[in-house]
């Protein structure tokens, strides 16, 4: 692995916006030519106060040097945040992020927190767009979507 592919991956990990973005993880690779960066090996990655953790984690690179799609497999965690200030942490077996479209995509024994408003969602497959403050979830055959509301009134006098 040359110094040059090292500058690249760095260069390029940088997202449309300009927060910092780290990654650790146990092993690296990376091919130029082909547009990819796989980081193995207990995965942390952090940008602004989003965070994004798994066994594996793929990032593809379009043509303008810029993450096109993160695929993270294999207990992955994760805390995000919307444009509109709405928290999520939550896990799954996989995830993919678009950061073009500003859109998270869990699969596979989802968990999901909205931390400030009390929700949770479980789901084969959920979906969170962060520009839109928008979710969808999809449940299997032999599991449906389950959604929990905590519907206490803060506000309530007693």
């Not at 130029?32 to 984690?57: C, M, Q, R, W, Y």
């Not at 043509?63 to 919307?82: D, H, R």
């Not at 931390?115 to 084969?124: L, R, V």
């Amino acid at each position: 692995m040359g110094k040059k592919l090292l500058i690249f991956i760095a260069t390029s990990a940088l997202l449309l916006q300009a927060q910092q973005l780290k990654i650790t993880a146990e092993h690296f690779e990376g091919d130029e030519a082909k547009g990819i960066s796989v980081f193995t090996g207990n995965v942390k990655i952090k940008k602004g106060s989003d965070e994004l953790n798994a066994s594996k984690v793929s990032i593809f690179i379009n043509a303008n040097k810029k993450p096109s799609k993160y695929v993270a497999e294999g207990n992955v965690s994760f805390f995000i945040k919307t444009e509109s200030n709405a928290t999520y942490r939550g896990t799954s077996q996989k995830a993919i992020f678009l950061p073009l479209k500003k859109e998270y995509q869990f699969f596979t024994d989802v968990h999901l927190f909205q931390i400030n408003e009390h929700k949770e969602i479980d789901g084969d497959q959920v979906t969170v767009n962060t520009a839109l403050g928008q979710a969808k979830a999809v449940g299997g055959a032999k599991k449906p979507v389950t959604m929990v509301f905590d519907l206490s009134d803060n506000n309530e006098s007693k």
